[in-house]
């Protein structure tokens, strides 16, 4: 049995490798001011994820206060239902059909797979995770890693395979200011 060339593996299975279908020499306008969109919108997503757990922990003091202190013996759950509650979010978010949360929506950019596709549940949540994990491991690092390539991804979106871009709306005023 012989190879077939680039499109198997010497396993015997077969795989394609796809292109980058996100081309910042020919389309620049997907990738014009991404890195200051998203911080901004991690700070609206954070505010997002903040609200519900700060409507738990009042509810779960004062349900203390009413029950003597033995309301207060919920506290434990917080801490698992924030990891939850998170992952949810930008798991159903970034899995959605915007392929966005909402700080990204209202910062008008999006997440796709390196190779075009939209984004799923999973591959969303893994991104989280993936962010968190390697935000407190390499602190600020991971953010720099953007200023040295051209599709703008930081360190966690290299590791999870995806491309944080502007979304159609505002690649198409941005191509359109451009030719004005």
Not at 46 to 59: D, E
Not at 125 to 137: E, P, R, T
């Given at each position: 049995?012989t190879d077939s060339g680039p499109s198997s593996s010497r396993l015997g299975v077969p795989f394609?490798?796809?292109?980058?279908?996100?081309?910042?020499?020919?389309?620049?306008?997907?990738?014009?001011?991404?890195?200051?969109?998203?911080?901004?919108?991690?700070?609206?997503?954070?505010?997002?994820?903040?609200?519900?757990?700060?409507?738990?922990?009042?509810?779960?003091?004062?349900?203390?206060?009413?029950?003597?202190?033995?309301?207060?013996?919920?506290?434990?759950?917080?801490?698992?239902?924030?990891?939850?509650?998170?992952?949810?979010?930008?798991?159903?978010?970034?899995?959605?059909?915007?392929?966005?949360?909402?700080?990204?929506?209202?910062?008008?950019?999006?997440?796709?797979?390196?190779?075009?596709?939209?984004?799923?549940?999973?591959?969303?949540?893994?991104?989280?995770?993936?962010?968190?994990?390697?935000?407190?491991?390499?602190?600020?690092?991971?953010?720099?890693?953007?200023?040295?390539?051209?599709?703008?991804?930081?360190?966690?979106?290299?590791?999870?395979?995806?491309?944080?871009?502007?979304?159609?709306?505002?690649?198409?005023?941005?191509?359109?200011?451009?030719?004005?």
């Amino acid at each position: 049995m012989t190879d077939s060339g680039p499109s198997s593996s010497r396993l015997g299975v077969p795989f394609d490798v796809k292109p980058h279908a996100f081309d910042p020499a020919t389309a620049p306008e997907l990738f014009e001011g991404v890195l200051a969109r998203r911080v901004v919108a991690f700070v609206i997503d954070v505010v997002i994820i903040a609200i519900p757990l700060i409507v738990g922990w009042t509810f779960i003091f004062v349900f203390g206060l009413v029950t003597f202190g033995f309301g207060w013996a919920l506290f434990w759950l917080m801490s698992p239902g924030s990891v939850i509650w998170a992952l949810v979010y930008y798991g159903a978010t970034l899995g959605g059909p915007a392929s966005a949360t909402i700080g990204m929506r209202a910062m008008e950019i999006e997440m796709r797979t390196w190779y075009g596709a939209p984004a799923y549940f999973v591959l969303g949540a893994v991104h989280a995770v993936v962010f968190w994990v390697s935000m407190s491991v390499l602190t600020p690092f991971i953010l720099v890693v953007g200023f040295f390539n051209t599709r703008r991804r930081l360190l966690h979106d290299m590791l999870v395979g995806v491309v944080i871009i502007s979304n159609a709306s505002r690649a198409a005023a941005l191509r359109a200011r451009v030719i004005l």
